[in-house]
């Protein structure tokens, strides 16, 4: 098993924007599903490419980033979605290699907590 150190990413919620995409990442056709998240560059294990949903307490809902709307589901991800309170922000779990798609893990039946 291969230990990944991460710095977590720490976004403020009164300043959240709908953001474009972070460097280094593009929207293209998938082959898994529609459109997807792919890198325009090498990306090493334990990158934080930012905030994927943030939680809006007085609409009590989250609202999905560019980068959270086009992440496919894969069964062998290369990235993953951590909670960190009113935020998701996504990591990647391995070097990911130039035009590869980002992919996550869905977990629906635990997707709130």
Not at 27 to 44: A, Y
Request: net charge positive.
């Amino acid at each position: 098993m291969m230990k990944i150190k991460l710095k977590l990413a720490r976004f403020v919620e009164k300043t959240f924007n709908y953001k474009p995409l972070p460097k280094g990442l593009t929207i293209q056709q998938s082959k898994i599903d529609g459109q997807g998240l792919f890198s325009k560059k090498l990306f090493g294990a334990g990158e934080c490419f930012g905030l994927t949903h943030q939680f809006l307490n007085k609409k009590h809902q989250w609202v999905r980033t560019p980068l959270g709307g086009f992440i496919n589901h894969s069964e062998t991800p290369n990235c993953f979605i951590n909670n960190q309170g009113s935020q998701r922000v996504l990591y990647s779990v391995r070097p990911i290699k130039k035009n590869e798609e980002l992919t996550v893990y869905y977990r629906l039946e635990n997707y709130e907590n």
